[in-house]
C-alpha cells in the first residue's frame, strides 16, 4: 500500500487515513503533523518551517521533500504508506517519485475524495466540538445532545472555510492533473457516511 490521499478540508480525509493506516497496517506520514513537531521541539528544521507556518505559506520544497526523504527510511514505511499533506505542488510530486524510484517501490495509487464545495462549507460552518469531551457534531446531520458546551473552531468560520477551499484548489490545479496524466488518479465519491466512504475507498483499492 503506497498510496497518497488527497481531499479538501472538511472531506473526512483525516478519519478516513486513519482508518487506512488500522486496515492496512501501514503508517500515515502527515508533512503538516511532523512540522507541527518539529516547530514544538525548536529543532533548527522547525526553526525555519515557523515563519511559512504562521504565515499560512508552504514551506520551501526542499525542507518538506527532506523530511519525507528521511521518514520513508524507517522501518514502519518499509510495508507502505498513506502520505497526507505531501505532496502540495508538482516539483513536490516530481520528488517523491524519484524518491519511490531509487527505493523500486514506486507510487500505486493518489486518491482523491471528491466532495461538493457547497457541501464541504455547510459541513464546517454547522459543525460543532463539545469542549470538554472534544466530541465532534454537527447541527444538522449529528446533533449535540443537551448540555453541550459547544465551540465552532475559528477555522470552520464560513469566511474561512472558502478561502482555505481556494487554496484547495489552487494546490491542486497542478497536481491532479499532474497525476492523472501518469495514470495514478482514482475518485472516491466522498458523500455519505464515514463508513460508506470506507467502503468505496477499499473496493476503489481492492479492485
Ligand atoms: P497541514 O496540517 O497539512 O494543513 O499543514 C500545516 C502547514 O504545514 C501548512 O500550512 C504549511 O505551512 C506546512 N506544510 C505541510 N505540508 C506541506 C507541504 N507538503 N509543502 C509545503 N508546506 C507544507
Known amino acids: 500500500m503506497r498510496l497518497v490521499l488527497v ?6 480525509k483525516g ?21 507541527r513537531a518539529a516547530r514544538a521541539a525548536g529543532t533548527p528544521l522547525g526553526k525555519e518551517a515557523e515563519g511559512f507556518m504562521n504565515a499560512g505559506k508552504l514551506v520551501p520544497d526542499q525542507v518538506v521533500i527532506g523530511l519525507v526523504d528521511e521518514r520513508l527510511n524507517a522501518d514502519d514505511a518499509k ?12 516539483p513536490q510530486a ?9 527505493r523500486g517501490t514506486p507510487l500505486q495509487c493518489v486518491l482523491q475524495i471528491d466532495v461538493s464545495r457547497d457541501l464541504l462549507v455547510e459541513r464546517a460552518t454547522l459543525r460543532r466540538i463539545d469542549k470538554r469531551s472534544g466530541q465532534i457534531y454537527h447541527l ?5 445532545p443537551p448540555g453541550a458546551e459547544l465551540e465552532h473552531r475559528a477555522d470552520d468560520q464560513e469566511e474561512t ?3 482555505r477551499l481556494d487554496e484547495y ?12 496524466k501518469l495514470g495514478l488518479l482514482r475518485r472516491v ?4 457516511s464515514p463508513d460508506e466512504v470506507t467502503a468505496r475507498i477499499q473496493s476503489e483499492l481492492e479492485r
Open 94 to 102: 516530481e520528488a517523491l517519485g524519484s524518491l519511490l524510484e531509487r
Open 15 to 35: 478519519t478516513q487515513a486513519d482508518r487506512l493506516t488500522a486496515r492496512y497496517g501501514v503508517p500515515k506520514i502527515s508533512t503538516g503533523d511532523m512540522l
Open 7 to 12: 481531499g479538501p478540508p472538511a472531506s473526512g
Open 189 to 192: 465519491n466522498g458523500v455519505g
Open 169 to 180: 484548489d489552487a494546490m491542486t490545479a497542478a497536481l491532479l492533473p499532474y497525476y492523472e
Open 161 to 163: 472555510v472558502k478561502r
Open 79 to 90: 510495508k507502505g504508506f498513506i502520505l497526507d499533506g505531501f505532496p502540495r505542488t508538482v
Open 140 to 144: 444538522k446531520y449529528n446533533p449535540p
